[in-house]
């Protein structure tokens, strides 16, 4: 597709959408629109005032026209029912990447004009500039603005931490960003993709109990840990939890397992710079003890594996580990929901 912007200079257009028009800032407009700055405004942009001075607000509305011949930025007045009811804009960060800006005054916020209007910018910006990506980087305090991105079909990308200073004060910027060949955001695919960005994840953990002949559960010493552990590990990416615990016993103890009945869930709160986890703690069975003797250990990983009853486990296995096994080893019935190795209600 042909780049205009980026050839000769042609007049900014004004694009439409019903009541929703973006079109060139005129000094005109510099009387109606100084007054509806306000601190909103002032706080997310980091100005000191919140209504810039006639002489700024004129020299500001002059830049936008000089941006656009230079083919750096395209600023246009957000016009709602001809009125002047915000402002959005695209600096082209490389010809083929936009970074996207936005402000609504407060009179007309809370109408879904902020997100109509961002939206409308990045659809004419892939359309009338060619461009392949645009991206907003917004404080993610600034929940407003965080809806507003998501809500234009842009998606959350990552956290950028401690990259931006606010009033003096280091913040963090989360990235969001859309592609021209993202799903679009009214289609099902492109609604859950966006969606699929910004859902809390969480981790998951497949351990499994393995039990001797004699009743004795067995727990691997661990090379980069002190408390012995159930064998098992995080759940990969697209794995399921029983998949996982087969796939972990096999790596780490060479032997090939069944996960068979769930015995418990077990939620972890947040621990030790850890995130709150869910752990899946499946039966592996009964087995001869002398099995694994014959088992060939992941050196990197397990020193050593004990056959263990609840004599052994104090002291030996973190707290909630040993609140999980005696949890476990008092239980007879079905699978145990468990919170950080007790069971609730
Ligand atoms: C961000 C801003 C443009 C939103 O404009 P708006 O026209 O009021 O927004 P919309 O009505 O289109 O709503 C967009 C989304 O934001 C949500 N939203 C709006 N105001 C909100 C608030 N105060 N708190 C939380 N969410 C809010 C809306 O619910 C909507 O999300 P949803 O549809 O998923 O519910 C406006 O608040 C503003 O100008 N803020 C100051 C400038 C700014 O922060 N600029 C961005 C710098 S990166």
Redesign the pocket.
Known sequence: MPRPYAGVVTAQPTVRDGELVLRPWRLEDSDATRHLH?D??A???DVPAAHPSEQEHRSWIERTGTEWAERSRATFVVEWRGHA??TVDVRLQDPAVGV???????P???????????RLLVEWSFDALALDRVE????PR??????????AGLRREGLLRGNARLAGVTQDTLVLGRLRGDAHPDSREGFTAMLDSTLPTKRAIAQGVLRSTTGRILLCELVYKGEWDLPGGVVDRHESPAACVVREVREELDLTVVAGRLLAVNWLPALLGWADATVFVFDLGTVDAAVVDRARLQQREIRAVHWTGPLDWAGRVAPYNERLLRSLHEHTGGTLYLEDGTPTG
């Open positions: 306000d909103e405004i706080r997310w942009f009811a915000g996207l800006s936005w402000a609504v005054y407060a007309f916020r809370g109408r879904g004009l902020g997100w109509r209007a961002v907003a980087h917004v404080n600034n929940r407003a603005s965080v809806r507003t991105a998501l809500r």
